[in-house]
């Protein structure tokens, strides 16, 4: 089948095209930015790749005409607070212009459980889009599903956070509330099962796992997963917005998504239905299972997605990227370290793993300092990490910094910061023929505040730069 996949570059997207190209479909893939697709080269040989912004009038659309079938996987959630909803309504209607000229006959939706009487704004939004989408010209599919568990999923790496770096909790009433968490696995299960499959057509289902937990519950099982000690106090009263805060600076989710997810979690989750588990003959795996396969794929290092990685974690959401590709020469300030190594391989390896829990090889606790104030400003600090240790791609997310450029063979890296600064900062290493390591860090300042930035920065940077090419270039 020929099969429109948007959302591609999200957590959901990018496992589910993996598992439909093993399947044997032909993928078209609808990104806002095509140079951002985080697959490895041949896996895109194998793509169709267009650019759509979904929340850009359709004049002309780009999707072929000749589809069977489409994914819808965009959600909102994570850019705002007040105007989601609306922003989630028009990707919705917009969607539906761009396959009015197709011949597609059915979409599979992945929305939310919405059973409860009081809903979220999240889960009011989610309902609202189902309700547009079935105005299109297609047959529409729609999943609802509630936390998902898995290595790299939002939900698995906030409780992960939690539970690892707070032995005892201060917690909001809200971690009573009733979920009913399901495996990443059983979910592209479900979405896969769907497809072509007409006794599903026009119909909603619930998905879910085996569990019912409250959120208390859910951490408690992770801590015996982890054998860690973890004890939990409930206070009666913390405001949404202090729980929000709370999740903000423990966890690596922005303040938006904070916010939003602790309007979702005073909301029960629970399926009404197993309807479809019956009619595809699937067996959901419980929630404990779900937490040991997600550490079986983190050991490994063989994380095929993670949230961080979406442009919704970043400083820059609303920005196409590629504009950022090109490092400006004119009216930056810049700091150029180079040095000649033994082996460029063994620095290109380097470069190829720095971040996340290998570090900076020089004065971390300073990257650490910087990172903590990154966050109390407002940042994304260093809590995001990287999803792998070894390999990089486009978009993907390394610490406070976006992957603009990498390419081994070309043997550069360019970041991009997303770290709270007065301008714009770009960070590359590359490896010239004479086995020289350049570093560069560029920097376009935003006004008198800027310059006075880079200024007070310089001698840090000059003695942490120099201290980190230096570890990259080292024979041993």
């Known amino acids: 089948m020929k099969i429109l996949l948007t959302g591609a570059n999200g957590y959901i997207g990018l496992r589910l095209l993996h598992t439909l190209l093993d399947q044997g479909h032909e993928i078209v893939c609808a990104v806002r930015s095509v140079s951002r697709l985080s697959v490895d080269e041949e896996t895109k040989a194998k793509l169709k790749i267009i650019k759509i912004d979904f929340l850009e009038e359709v004049i002309h659309s780009p999707v072929p005409e000749d589809i069977d079938a489409a994914y819808y996987l965009i959600h909102s959630m994570s850019v705002s607070t007040k105007d989601f909803d609306e922003l989630e309504e028009k990707s919705a209607r917009n969607f539906n212009a761009h396959l009015a000229h197709t011949q597609v006959k059915q979409v599979i939706y992945l929305s939310g459980i919405v059973n409860d009487q009081n809903l979220s704004k999240h889960l009011s939004s989610r309902k609202k889009v189902e309700e547009v989408l079935s105005e299109g010209n297609f047959h529409l599919t729609v999943l609802r599903a509630g936390i998902i568990v898995g290595s790299g999923s939002a939900s698995f790496e906030i409780l992960r956070d939690l539970c690892e770096k707070l032995p005892v909790m201060v917690t909001p009433k809200w971690v009573n509330t009733k979920t009913q968490p399901i495996a990443i696995r059983d979910v592209l299960e479900f979405l896969t099962g769907v497809l072509n499959k007409t006794d599903t057509y026009d119909k909603s289902f619930d998905i879910a796992g085996p569990d019912v937990l409250t959120y208390k519950e859910m951490m408690k099982i992770y801590a015996e997963v982890r054998n860690l000690n ?47 588990q019956d009619l595809l003959g699937i067996n959901t795996i419980s929630y404990k299972k779900a937490l040991e396969l997600a550490f079986i794929k983190i050991e490994q290092n063989h994380v095929v997605s993670s949230w961080k990685d979406s442009k919704v974690s970043g400083r820059f959401y609303a920005s196409d990227l590629n504009k950022y590709v090109r490092v400006p020469k004119y009216g930056c300030l810049k700091d150029h370290q180079q040095m000649k190594t033994e082996s460029a391989d063994t620095a290109l390896e380097r470069i190829w793993a720095i971040g996340g829990d290998n570090g900076w090889y020089y004065a971390n606790f300073l990257w650490r300092i910087r990172g903590y104030l990154d966050k109390l400003f407002g940042g994304v600090g260093l809590r995001r990490g990287r999803t792998n240790t070894a390999s990089i791609n486009p978009g993907d997310a390394l610490d406070f910094w976006r992957v603009l450029y990498a390419d081994k063979k070309d043997k550069r890296l360019l970041l991009f910061a997303e770290m709270k600064v007065p301008g714009e900062a770009w960070l590359e290493f590359y490896i010239d023929k004479d086995n020289y390591v350049h570093q560069n860090a560029t920097f376009r300042p935003r006004g008198l ?24 270039c080292a024979s041993k």
């Open 449 to 472: 505040h800027g310059r006075i930035y880079w200024y007070l920065m310089l001698p840090f940077h000059y003695f942490i730069f120099h201290g980190m090419l230096s570890q990259i």
């Open 230 to 276: 973890l004890s939990i106090f409930q206070v009666p009263v913390m405001t949404p917005k202090l729980s929000s805060y709370w999740l903000y600076f423990v966890t690596a989710t922005s303040y938006k998504l904070a916010r939003n997810l602790v309007d979702s979690m005073r909301v029960e989750v629970i399926a009404e239905n197993h309807e479809l």
